[in-house]
């Protein structure tokens, strides 16, 4: 049973650029949520996809955006990157119904230059 | 201030060494998660707990809710249990989403 994956793992863009990360959820969960975690920091939450929408939001700004799929895989689109953005973005699976426990990917490290 | 407080920041002890590392909230939960990071990145979700105290192998993590406080130990620290170990509440006004505090680092040396 595959955990939760994301890709790429590691990623260098230059400011003004745009970014698409990938998630797939773990097995039998359809909720995906994902967090932004700055150097030294612990994450943050930036937005939760269900049924294909956006279901909550962090205080994040409009650059971020995102998607699922209906086979419940996520992307996260950051637009106009500025070097604030440089993080561990971590994507996170549940199920709604289930118990309040998020089973966390890898996660992807975005460099902006 | 931030709604997730842990202490400390950093710690350092020798194999062998009992571990405690503390979590206090300010807002009202419906649970409690104990998660380890790696270097890399890697989130590892350890407990869950809503009340009470839960155990696994070394690990064991408890809660008071009306203290709002909760304790993470480790009894007989290894070096491959360094890592950071983050608590994270899941608010009770809003389940779908985790607040994190910033963690605590962990160094164990032989």
């Known amino acids: 049973d595959a955990g939760v994956t994301q890709s790429p793992t590691h990623l260098i863009k230059t400011r003004g650029q745009q970014v698409t990360l990938r998630c797939s959820p773990k097995s039998g969960h359809d909720t995906v949520s994902w967090y932004q975690q700055a150097l030294g920091q612990g994450p943050q939450f930036i937005f939760q996809y269900y049924e294909e929408e956006e279901r909550q939001r962090g205080n994040f700004p409009d650059r971020f955006s995102g998607h699922q799929f209906p086979n419940y895989s996520s992307e996260l689109n950051v637009n106009a990157l500025l070097l604030g953005d440089s993080a561990l973005y971590l994507c996170?699976?549940?199920?709604?119904?289930?118990?309040?426990?998020?089973?966390f990917g890898p996660g992807t490290r975005l460099t902006v230059t | 201030k931030n709604e997730v407080e842990q202490s400390p920041q950093n710690l350092t002890a020798q194999e062998g060494e009992f571990i405690t590392i503390n979590c206090s909230y300010s807002?009202?939960?419906?649970?409690l998660h104990w998660l380890q990071q790696h270097p890399g990145g890697g989130i590892v979700s350890l407990f869950m707990l809503s009340s009470g105290k839960k155990k696994h192998g070394r690990l064991i993590a408890t809660i008071n809710i009306q203290e709002k406080h909760s304790s993470l130990h480790i009894t007989a620290s290894h070096p491959r249990d360094s890592a950071v170990y983050i608590c994270a509440v899941s608010p009770y006004t809003n389940t779908d989403k985790l607040i994190f505090g910033t963690g605590t680092r962990l160094q164990v040396f032989p």
């Open positions: 807002v009202g939960i419906s649970a």
């Open positions: 996170a699976s549940s199920s709604v119904g289930g118990t309040y426990e998020q089973y």
